[in-house]
Nanobody, 123 residues
């Protein structure tokens, strides 16, 4: 079992940056592949980024490539999503998730989820 708590969301102007954090407790996050998903109002929850369990592989949705970076600090049991050059279309609730698979991009493949943190990008 692992518990996930996101933080770092907020309101930012277009072009700005935010860093989301996902703190894991219970079994260490280093045992899991980690992912970030987002859900905009009235839309389904979509994949954003994933990091394999041994940090050797990452995946990003095309719309965030070159702007977002997923990373992990095993000593802190924390996964990060650095978001740069933010756009209004990045506005959503962002969720982190953990899976025992090596890496995954589909929501149903993730066993554990955080409660989400709101990111709002103003134009």
């Amino acid at each position: 079992q692992v518990q996930l708590v996101e933080s770092g969301g907020g309101l930012v102007q277009a072009g700005g940056s935010l860093r989301l954090s996902c703190a894991a407790s219970g079994r260490t996050s280093s045992s899991y592949a980690m992912g970030w998903f987002r859900q905009a109002p009235g839309k389904e929850r979509d994949f954003v980024a994933a990091l394999s369990w041994n940090d050797d592989k990452t995946y990003y949705v095309d719309s965030v490539k070159g702007r977002f970076t997923i990373s992990r600090d095993n000593a802190k049991n924390t996964v990060y999503l650095q978001m740069n050059s933010l756009k209004p279309e990045d506005t959503a609730v962002y969720y982190c998730a953990a899976t025992t698979l090596r890496i995954a991009v589909r929501g149903p493949d993730y066993e554990y989820w955080g409660q989400g943190t709101q990111v709002t990008v103003s134009s």
